[in-house]
């Protein structure tokens, strides 16, 4: 059974580097069919992509973030990483990693950690 | 961008009711689509993939229909683990987004 977890200060200030890891376990890291994701979750909000890092070390992000974040990967680890620059109060969100898996019959999120909150406050 | 947008954004409803919650996409999507339920304080969870396809494990009072621009998630037969937030997201362009959510209430 994959499992991922996420861990990280749930206490970030105000400018400051945000800073997350996700550990895998259960299952193989390197794979064509996995995208390796960060999605968010502001309190009492919707869910937003955040983005996403393939094995190979290839990353896609959401343009609203864009220059702020960088995402990157650790295979010998079976971890990945979700860096955010210059946090702001509307940073503070549960952030989740999860698994994209891609099929012929469909794309889809399939496994999620069990998600973080992180607060920026001073 | 792909803009998700779901409506209603919440409704109340009894066990046993039918209930059928709609997603529009800003553009066509063809069948990528994707449902999931949260239940509060839980990471989301996949109901359907590909606008039609129950995952394994899901019940089949679940179901999805659609294509293009416009797809829908039916419940049929409310039960009570079943008062949620769900969101559909679309995974045609890979910056992937997700309706803003509905939330189902009990009535």
């Known amino acids: 059974q994959v499992q991922l977890q996420e861990s990280g200060p749930g206490l970030v200030k105000p400018s400051e580097t945000l800073s997350l890891t996700c550990s895998v376990s259960?299952?193989?890291?390197?794979?064509?069919?996995?995208?390796w994701s960060w999605v968010r979750q502001a309190p009492g909000k919707g869910l937003e992509f955040i983005g996403y890092?393939?094995?190979?070390?290839?990353?896609n992000y959401n343009p609203a973030l864009n220059s702020r974040v960088t995402i990157s990967m650790d295979t010998s680890k079976s971890q990945f990483f979700l860096k955010v620059n210059s946090v702001t109060a509307a940073d503070t969100a549960v952030y989740f990693c999860?698994?994209?898996?891609?099929?012929?019959?469909?794309?889809?999120?399939?496994?999620w950690g069990q998600g973080i909150l992180v607060t920026v406050s001073s | 961008d792909i803009q998700m947008t779901q409506s209603p954004s919440s409704l109340s409803a009894s066990v046993g009711d039918r209930i059928t919650i709609s997603c529009r996409a800003s553009?066509?999507?063809?069948?990528?689509l994707n449902w999931y339920q949260q239940k509060p304080g839980k990471a989301p969870k996949i109901l359907i993939f590909?606008?039609?396809n129950l995952q394994s494990g899901v019940p089949s009072r679940f179901s999805g229909s659609g294509s293009g621009t416009d797809f829908t998630l039916t419940i049929s037969g409310l039960q009570p683990e079943d008062f949620a937030s769900y969101y559909c997201?679309?995974?045609?362009?890979?910056?992937?987004?997700f309706g803003q959510g509905t939330k189902v209430e009990i009535k």
């Open positions: 999860a698994r994209f898996m891609t099929m012929i019959v469909g794309d889809y999120f399939d496994y």
């Open positions: 890092v393939f094995y190979t070390g290839t990353t």
């Open positions: 553009q066509s999507i063809s069948r990528y």
């Open positions: 997201q679309q995974s045609y362009r890979t910056h992937w987004t």
């Open positions: 259960g299952g193989s890291v390197s794979s064509n069919s996995y995208y």
């Open positions: 590909a606008a039609s």
